[in-house]
């Protein structure tokens, strides 16, 4: 839709694979998520034999640590309900009630421009953005084929022995907004006829693929996978009978055992030549490995608490670089090099303090919720939720939602559309060309209501 041709622009109505008008199971919502999954995470791991970990790290992890977890998680919860229960959006509506009568339909008020008018040429610059930086970030693949060998044999790490360019490389991290986009054209939250399979997509998931081998970055086919994902469930579940929706409800019991199944499977191609040496079975190789990647990163986390004086009365926020000279301190010799993640919820509370921290992660959590809020509503802010999904995915093992950089270059571009959408609204003029509203002792409203993008304003 050109709204330079001066064609009408009409409110997107409702579908059977819009999320307003359709069905989401119950792990959508980050307050049941945090609840259902992160929480019981938290206890198992904590409650684990730490034997069974492959790291050589000194142990750190204990009972005040989990307590410590636990309590975040609960102000996470708190700011999250808080977030999508739509109170906040109520309260802004009473502050500002705008200069449009309130029985107005809400789609006259806040038409969705941006949702309808997003062009898909806007998806082939991503791709095109994404595609250039990663044949910079495989540019020594090009130069020297043998390193594939090499790699898939488990005798080079990459990843510590290249570097990457800061700026260029940097931008393949977009996938997360572009998955998230690519998802949400699918499933109907935004305009486009998007095909499942096709060779946009098999690019897509088919480069990250060979990241995640090549480089042994697995987080980077998921960061891709999950976004779109999430904004494709809408019209994978509208079509779901009572059957479907119970798969839908229980997926996350499947959660485990898939991931375990794809970490095995990467594994099996990097590392298990090279490993398979020490363990006799490959299945006991992963599900130890993948175990140790996620307890170590608590270890770490309750390692930096006690040593940056967590437990020794009122803290303050630490400074990132006293954060690190504590981790790369504490990898000198008493963790492990090879498990090396800083911990999720323990690495925001080093960094928070004990003061700073409860109040802070509720803000958070009220964040979470707005995105969900967006999600379920099919508001381009939407595209914030993949990246709060992915955190609490991540809660115990990365900071995902805390100044990770791997999300900015996704942030930026989210901002830039966001800010291009809120534009239009004031660069379109609108001309009111029908509308039927009932008496108002009716009780009800019946209006049909057309809007003509009549000129832009220079």
Known sequence: MNLRSGRSYHSPKLSAASPVGGWLPWWCRPSRLLIGASIPALVIFSLSDSSVSLSQAQHFYGIRDFFVALFAIVALIIGALVGESGWLGHLWRRIHPGHRAVREPRFIRDPKLGETLLSERFDYFLMAVFVFSHLVFFRNFFLNPGLVAAVLG???????????????????????????????????????????????????????????????????????FVPFFLCALP????????????????????????????????????????????HSSLFEFGWRRLYTYYFEAMNTGAAILEVGGFYDGIAGPLSFRAHEAIYDGLYLGTLDVEYNNPGGIHYVASRMGNVLLWPFLTLVGIWFGLTWRAYVDARLFALFYPITFLGLMEILRIPYWFGLHRVVPTSLVIFLILLWAASLKKRVRWRRSELDVSPPEQGLMHSAVAFSATSLQQ
């Open 235 to 278: 019209r994978m579940t509208a079509a779901a009978g009572p059957r479907g929706r119970t798969f839908w409800r229980w997926l996350p019991l499947l959660l485990p055992l898939a991931t375990l199944l794809m970490f095995i499977s990467f594994e099996f191609l990097r590392s298990w030549q090279y490993y398979s040496g020490h």
């Open 154 to 224: 488990g005798d080079l790490e990459l990843k510590y022995t290249f570097k990457t360019i800061p700026g260029v490389t940097t931008w393949t991290q977009v996938s997360l907004v572009l998955g998230a986009i690519r998802g949400m054209r699918w499933s109907g939250m935004l305009p486009g006829k998007v095909k499942l399979l096709s060779l946009f997509h098999l690019v897509f998931f088919g480069t990250l693929f060979v990241r995640a081998v090549l480089w042994s970055e697995r987080l980077a086919f998921i960061e891709g």
